[in-house]
């Protein structure tokens, strides 16, 4: 998993070799210590001699603060190698989503992706900021230290070429033993989370149907599944402190015995055996550390996968990157277009929809809840892609054009709209960087923004993030639709965009739209009223084309229309 | 582990200890043996250095291999012990923390479940959910960790300074001056490391609010070829992430090797003045050996006991904040009515049974302690209520209506002019303070909450569906109906054609709210859960407002079958659906300002007719 990660680590290779270098001086002077202690009770108190003793003292000094150096050093390059890496990594996946098609997206769901692209990607960033140092001291210090023990006394030095393997093998057992159970244990915490971020958004649910014990029933059970599993990882992640003991005392013990043995003999000193002893927890800890680092990077792995999930996620809107084919006119042609969100799924969304809207005209869509009116619209600017059968614009397959250039010149008001933080004119702006004043008024007349901005102290500069103005549901989809404008769209889409728009508004903006000649307008209405004076009506039943027609057609052979306008007509002031 | 600690000091340690104590008592006994062992590991690690100097001095100075012998025997008995004993209380302490912390998580829940809808409002979602996930997190941590680890470091401090203090005071003075300089340099390092914290803490919220937004909006930012703006926005916050979050590391990543090496000085300046007291005859070869072993050892416990020190303590405010939710004040929940099941005699008087019948009547237990029988009918009346969330701002004022059982009354009116307000008092969701709500004659303030709330069933704007079956959501409303029962009432709200489309029917899983079901769908569920659970009064709070008009023509009949013989309020955005309420109430900043049926309302040529025609723009 982690060598799919690996790659975001190049650009900061250097500092991560710098850091190496670090962690590996700092090791160095830190073993040299305990050898220059072990010589001064050895030879300088042994042999009385205190400029000996002076001497190596200073020396000693002078690598704590030499180790210090490097320490430090190290703390900075492994700060920039680690977050560098992180911030890398986040672009990345960040870039990708930015690629994903509309059906990308509803795989992950946006709030997931959100989890991927914050948590979890510090949660890993953690790990290797806090493992990296462990990581490549651990075995350095090992190797070292052994090195180190061989030369003082070979012999008593076989000690840890037991020691050493047992307690790597039961370290890693434990390792191996725990991932699953980790991965066991964040699942149980995420069904946790599940239960209590449902049971908050629903409270008045819960309340109102008096299921608060219910309700804790259920988190009960899930309750004693985490702890049941919990517990069975930790139980065996803390094994390796007592395994570590029941390695490192008879190591000391075994130490004792035979330095012990050869001191009594005379083949060995006394400084000798103490500088020894002081190795035993340099090597052993080494292993320690070891585990930790791999036990913290197998938490860590259930975030890896859900990252490497974004980033291998296959987008499915394939760009031609024709830039030469341009939109001329903006007439579309459905040619027995059929369409599903999912290949897998069993029954088509669309079927068979073959419709010509020729350029400048305006196309209503009226149907029912699920009679797919947004599938259809979305399939133009190819947010979707057809299952099968094409939709051309001016004779060309959509495929044709760059998706660039495609949705330059498709302006859609989506259902479910969103307005950004900044001023309103920042958010106008979306639809054409360089829109001067002008620009700005003229789109916002045709939408019927006018009237409110203007009633703002600060107009377009007026802040709609928090703290700043509360725009009803009504002024938001008008500047949305000012926002569309801007663009100069060919072809102008709007979906269900003026739902929270009152009637004299809205018939504003119906006479602004009808004066913008060249551009085809498609427009899903839930009120007969948006598309009365449409060029064409169609009826969606079903996903599937229940008739196509003027007003006045519709009106007297479509039975579907007739109810709709009937039972509109007393409610909503036609 | 640099885990970053925010908000990092408890307020009150005093309380939260006193808190934690009653889940701590239940367990007092394991932890007690925990502590117990904890001691003995330590004290046997303590041991077996000290007699270092006792090999050296007195077997191997004299030459005494047979005593050596013994002693070494003796050693391997006692780690063994030590060993064993640190196997023993890891496995305790993992078991009893598990327990704990699942009480404490049961409690929270348990707790959360009994706070009135008012604590819901004023905090957010995120904010009660990391009660759950970090909070309990770093107290799961603490209790793993901490607790033994700090019991330890604290008696290898105290331990290894009182033996080498035995071993040799002069060089002692010098180790303690030492630590101590350690300790304040840890101390300084860790105050001001926080500060740089707090910065990456800020820029890390920035990237992070910057991502939900851009995220939340991905799919505006295609339609608008918006990306390449989007990821030069990010690069910005990214960056600036990455270069307050590398200072923070830098600065923190300098304590280990800052006291690390101040170790080393300690211990270079005592070996030389410990060669110089040995070559002076003031201390023997022995002691100078165990005593730089000790040495050694005593950066490591100062180090772990600062560093599970801030773990504590973030722990402990921590637990703080998990213990402030649970002495959130409960919703009041006392009355002397309550709903009982009740059979219908034959000359009209009622009479208490423990079975279902079907009828139901409020059991009142006045204060002499004779019990009253008041059938339920669903006669909900307003006197003078005058309401306000914050104690300033009114949000009703003098709001007096009545609905006989069988009503239905639509409220009307622009956001915030307080329809919703109306619906969260008679089901007291909050409690009016002026003037009074009557359920079938009875001050609604007398009767008990879970009896009132069975005896209203609420349709809200946003439906929320649970994880689990089609089945299981509808049953919420009635957790022991029948399938029939479920179908039925599917049928009446007119979910049951597109359930039976599913893949799986009615036993399709939903999860993430729902989210695979349109918001239309949705709603109609949510109607068929409400006309499960059969109750005299019905709350619809713009339960249609996302269901197409043709739909809602579709499902008009299920509604007026739910509807009938029912004490129904409606609001709604959209008239069509309130025209034929036997009252309409248009309100607006709180008052009702015009009240009547459809015509007469018309006919005055009021706001609601200026609605009505679409002259005014609701929201």
């Known amino acids: 998993m982690i060598h799919r990660l690996l790659p975001y680590a190049k650009k900061y290779q250097k500092y991560f070799l710098l850091a190496t270098l670090c962690v590996i001086g700092e090791c160095v002077f830190e073993l040299v210590i305990p050898v220059l202690m072990s010589d001064i009770i050895d030879y300088g108190v042994m042999n009385q001699d205190t400029h000996f003793i002076i001497v190596n003292g200073l020396l000693m000094m002078g690598c704590a603060l030499i180790a210090f150096l490097l320490g430090s050093l190290y703390a900075r390059y492994a700060a920039i190698a680690g977050q560098g890496f992180g911030a890398a990594l986040r672009k990345d996946v960040y870039e990708k989503i930015q690629d994903f098609s509309f059906a990308n997206t509803d795989h992950f769901s946006t709030s997931s992706l959100i989890t991927r692209l914050t948590s979890d990607v510090n949660i890993l960033q953690n790990a290797i900021c806090n493992g990296f140092r462990p990581l490549i001291r651990s075995p350095f210090m090992l190797l070292l230290a052994l090195l180190f023990t061989f030369t003082i006394n070979a012999q008593l030095a076989l000690v840890f070429l037991i020691a050493t393997p047992v307690l790597g093998i039961g370290l890693f057992v434990i390792v191996r033993r725990v991932g699953p159970l980790y991965k066991l244990m964040q699942s149980s915490i995420d069904s946790i989370n599940t239960v209590v971020q449902e049971n908050l958004s629903a409270i008045r649910v819960v309340k109102s149907y008096v299921k608060e014990g219910y309700e804790e029933e259920k988190f009960e059970k899930i309750n004693e599944q985490l702890k049941k599993h919990s517990e069975s990882a930790f139980r065996i992640s803390v094994w390796n402190m007592p395994l570590f003991q029941y390695v490192m005392y008879p190591t000391i013990v075994a130490i004792l015995y035979f330095g012990g043995t050869m001191i009594l003999a005379g083949t060995m000193q006394v400084g000798e055996l103490t500088g020894f002893l002081s190795y035993v927890m340099q090597i052993l800890n080494s292993l320690m550390m070891m585990s930790n680092v791999f036990l913290m990077l197998t938490r860590s792995i259930a975030s890896q996968e859900r990252i490497v999930e974004v980033l291998d996620e296959v987008v499915d809107i394939k760009d031609s990157g024709n830039t030469e084919l341009q939109i001329q006119h903006g007439t579309i042609d459905f040619n027995h277009v059929y369409f599903k969100y999912k290949s897998t799924a069993k029954e088509y969304v669309l079927s068979d929809i073959d419709l010509h809207i020729p350029q400048g005209s305006t196309l209503g869509i009226l149907g029912g809840c699920g009679s797919a009116k947004t599938s259809l619209v979305q399939l133009i600017p190819r947010l979707y892609d057809v299952s099968e059968g094409e939709i051309t614009i001016d004779d060309h397959n959509v495929k044709e054009y760059s998706v660039e250039h495609l949705r330059e010149c498709v302006g859609m008001v989506l259902q479910k709209n969103v307005l950004f933080s900044g001023t309103i004119r920042d958010n106008l702006l979306w639809g054409n960087p360089n829109a001067d004043e002008k620009e700005l008024d003229w789109a916002c007349k045709i939408a019927c923004a006018d009237e409110f901005i203007n009633r703002f102290l600060d107009h377009y500069d007026t802040d709609l993030g928090q703290g700043g103005v509360n725009i009803s549901g009504g002024q938001k989809q008008r500047l949305c639709i000012a926002r569309a404008l801007l663009k100069k769209p060919k072809i102008l889409i709007l979906d269900d965009s003026t739902s929270a728009v009152d009637t004299a508004s809205e018939a504003t903006i119906r006479k602004g739209l009808a004066s913008l000649k060249d551009t085809t307008k498609i427009i899903i209405a839930q009120r007969v009223s948006s598309v009365l004076h449409a060029d064409q009506i169609l009826i969606l039943d079903d996903g599937k084309i229940n008739a196509v027609g003027t007003h006045e057609e519709l009106l007297q052979n479509n039975p579907i229309y007739q109810e709709l306008y009937y039972s509109q007509l007393e409610g909503a002031g036609l | ?619």
């Open chain 2, 1 to 619: 582990m640099a885990r970053q600690l925010t908000n990092a000091k408890p307020q009150d340690i005093k309380k939260t200890l006193s808190s934690f104590k009653s889940y701590a008592a239940h367990h007092a006994l394991a932890l007690g043996i925990v502590a117990i062992l904890v001691i003995i590991s330590t004290c046997v690690n303590l041991w077996g250095t000290f007699q270092i100097r006792t090999i050296i001095n007195q077997y191997l100075g004299q030459g005494d291999f047979e005593g050596f012998v013994h002693f070494i025997g003796l050693m391997v008995i006692v780690y063994l012990i030590g060993a064993t004993a640190t196997a023993i209380y890891k496995q305790l302490m993992i078991h009893t923390s598990s327990k704990i912390l699942k009480e404490i998580r049961r409690d929270l829940f348990h707790h959360l479940q009994k706070l009135p809808i008012g604590y819901f409002d004023t905090h957010t979602h995120g904010e009660i959910m990391s009660r759950f996930t970090n909070d309990l997190d770093t107290v799961q941590d603490a209790l793993n960790n901490c607790f033994d680890t700090l019991i330890q470091s604290f008696i290898m401090i105290v331990g290894t300074l009182t033996l080498i203090f035995v071993l040799s005071w002069q060089l002692s003075l010098i180790v303690f001056v030492c630590m101590f300089i350690m300790y304040l340099i840890i101390q300084y390092l860790s105050k001001k490391s926080k500060l740089y914290f707090s910065k990456q803490q800020k820029a890390m919220g920035e990237l992070n609010g910057y991502i939900e937004e851009m995220v939340d909006g991905i799919k505006v930012v295609k339609v608008f070829n918006h990306e390449k703006q989007s990821i030069e926005g990010f690069d910005q916050h990214n960056g600036k992430l990455q270069d307050a979050a590398t200072n923070a590391l830098t600065f923190s990543g300098r304590t280990i090797p800052t006291v690390v090496s101040l170790s080393y000085f300690n211990y270079a300046l005592v070996t030389c003045l410990g060669g110089f007291l040995t070559i002076y005859g003031l201390m023997d070869l022995g002691s100078l050996s165990s005593y730089l072993v000790f040495v050694r050892q005593t950066a490591q416990p100062v180090n772990q006991f600062t560093q599970q020190l801030n773990f504590m303590l973030a722990a402990l405010a921590g637990a703080e904040r998990i213990f402030a939710v649970m002495e959130e004040k409960e919703e009041i929940n006392q009355g002397a009515v309550s709903l009982t099941p009740v059979l219908k005699k034959e000359d009209g008087t009622l009479e208490e049974c423990s079975q279902h019948t079907g009828y139901w009547a409020w059991r009142h237990v006045h204060a002499d302690n004779t019990v009253e029988l008041v059938p339920l009918q669903g006669d909900v009346r307003f006197h003078d209520v005058t309401f306000s969330y914050d104690g300033r701002t009114d949000v009703l004022k003098n709001v007096s209506l009545y609905a006989k059982p069988g009503q239905k009354i639509a409220f009307v009116g622009a956001t915030g002019a307080g329809k919703t307000t109306i619906t969260n008092l008679i089901n007291r969701f909050y409690d009016v303070h002026q003037g009074s709500i009557t359920y079938d004659g009875i001050d609604v303030k007398l009767i008990q909450k879970e009896s009132l709330r069975h005896s209203i069933s609420i349709v809200l704007q946003d439906t929320h569906l649970f994880t689990g079956t089609i089945a299981d959501n509808i049953r919420y409303g009635k957790l022991d109906a029948t399938l029939d029962e479920v179908i039925a009432a599917a049928k009446l709200a007119n979910a049951h054609s597109f359930i039976t489309h599913l893949p799986d029917g009615y036993d399709t899983m939903l999860s993430g709210d729902g989210a695979n079901l349109s918001q239309g769908q949705r709603q109609l569920l949510a109607i068929a859960r409400a006309a499960i659970a059969d109750p005299p009064v019905l709350i619809l709070d713009e339960a249609t407002s996302s269901i197409d008009t043709r739909t809602e023509k579709l499902i008009e009949k299920g509604m007026d079958r739910l509807m009938e013989n029912r004490t129904v309020f409606v609001i709604a955005h959209r008239l069509s659906t309130v025209r034929n309420a036997n009252a309409i109430m248009v309100l607006d900043h709180g008052e009702i300002i015009e009240r009547g049926d459809h015509d007469e309302l018309i006919a005055q040529k009021g706001r609601y007719y200026q609605l009505y025609t679409g002259q005014f723009e609701l929201e």
